[in-house]
């Protein structure tokens, strides 16, 4: 008797690690296998195209779905792992540039301040007043650079991987709370949204990751009108709404659904209503804890909503309006500079109140646009026209899922998804989609959005004459492992920089002596920090760390800066470029070199040459470096 109960609980407590293992396994296979060679091709379709990749994602994501325990959710796992893996592989073997990388590999603007302050945290060094907006994320990509040894393209890995597991664990919740078509497609959306930021270290990867935590916690939680569930997923919402600012509107909304879910005889339940109120506000102080522990303490969380607030005062415009009206605001230091936009906009608006009214309707104009700033702009190919029939069927799958929250909703999962929807909507006037490409700043709240016409596809299966093609509910065991790698996420996400920031030793420097007009520098000098471009007669495939010439001439053209264009289309092969930052002075170093001049082996560089002189603002602020000599120090 004690052998067959223990048996059947060790494999249960084994199962998740086992999954979690062959997930790993079926990840690092797809992101970084050259064999067999047809797996190249395979990935780069993931990552870009859109018709196959969207049929593949539909059809196994369902299949598996449908599969009965044990199997569906080590199946799942599995097929998560290979889609993550080969979306992050694409990048990596085609080279791409892309708004936020270099050549598959290399930050860019945003993404490169984010990258560069995070290696500063191992060398000592706190947050920048740019990254102390979001510590959170920077403080994470700085404690698995430190795991990796510095190793960029290892770190993004981790995280790409992060937000795999928690997409698939949204994917389980929704189908045990919608079914399999509705897990299906709300794993799709969010998929196509998150894509074009793996292998980057933009904030929007861990802002998607917590964010489908949070819903996945929101579906178990109101399908079974658990308290403890809800307040969890309320917590992580708002720590993924600190991680990526975004729609704010929901969390105040939320806290009084949960008030009005657990009320009794009256409207509200005011003891629930407070504690969705405290657990709101640790999201909040676990976010300033962390600014505390390794940012600057003049850093301004949530600084540029004073651009975008200026932008919607003035009738609609972009963030970085306030900067052609007022440009001397740009050599203010970052909390001086906020505090003057935060006053200027607000002179604006009691001049011209209704500038405010006009920016807010386009906003939401916007939204339902034919644009890339609409609500699924994500969701398609490159042609605008031609991805307008499906945002149609979007749209229309959202009113039937609309109808349907309205029609049933003292039911809590459908109270819930419309007080979040609505939360959204109210929120868009101040985050702006017109600032962010294919709804970027809504990186939190993305698999919300998701949820809606997954939810509409979910009621209309119920007209199939044919029950088995129904989408229902599925009352089944709960999808393990959620809250304990939840928990272990939180906790590594507050602990591991502060303890890369406490344990960092600052490396001993010696700076070169250099000849007169070269300046000296000093970089740290990792694998998997650099791309090497390679002349057009050396046959071999293309993939990261090697790409040839042409591919790269043709791809940075796809960054939105023409200024950073012309520079580096003037680099010549062989040659090895590679963003740091001068460990002396703390300055960005971007490194355009010759490769034979770069060592054979690892360590800090010393480096003789010359910034790229000019007195453009707009291309000094990329610290381009050609060096003369380079050697490594002893």
Sequence with gaps: MIKTNIQPNLGKILRIPLAFLVMAATFIFSAYSHVPVEIRSLSVTIRYSFVSTSICILLLTYLVLRLPEPWRLPASFTLGGALFGLALGGLWASGQSEPYVVSGLIPYNDAATYYVDASRLLDGSVLSDISSRRPISIGLLGALLGITGRNLQNATAILVFLEAVACLYLMLEVRQAKGAFAGSITFWIVFLFARRFMGTTMTETLGVALGALALAFFCRGSFRKSLPFILLGLFVLTTALNVRAGAFFILPLLVLWVGWLFRGKGWLAWKPTLLAALVVAAGFGLNSLVLRLIGNPEGLLFGNFAESLYGLASGGERWSYVYTQYSETLSLPDKERMQQIYQLSFDLIRQNPMGLVRGILHQWELLFSDTWFSVYAYVGGEDVAANRPLHLVLYALCLTALVQLVRKWK???????????????????????????????????????????????????????????????????????????TTLLLLFIVIAPYVALKTAVPPVIKPPVCPAGETAVTMHYNAGTSVRLIRESVLQLDWLPEFHYGRYKIFIHNLPNDEAINILSQVEPPATLMLGYDITTGKRVWLLSPTDLMPGDYGILQICGKYYETDDPDIKRYWFFYPQEIKLQP
């Design 411 to 485: 039911t809590p999962f459908y109270s819930f998804l419309l007080i979040a929807t609505v939360g959204i909507f109210l929120s868009v006037p101040f985050v702006p989609p017109g600032d962010a490409h294919k709804m970027r700043a809504f990186a939190a709240t993305i698999p919300i959005m998701a949820l809606l016409p997954a939810v509409g596809v979910s009621e209309l299966s119920h007209l199939f004459p044919w029950k088995p093609a129904r989408d229902l509910p599925v009352e089944e065991r709960l999808p393990a492992g959620l809250t304990g790698y």
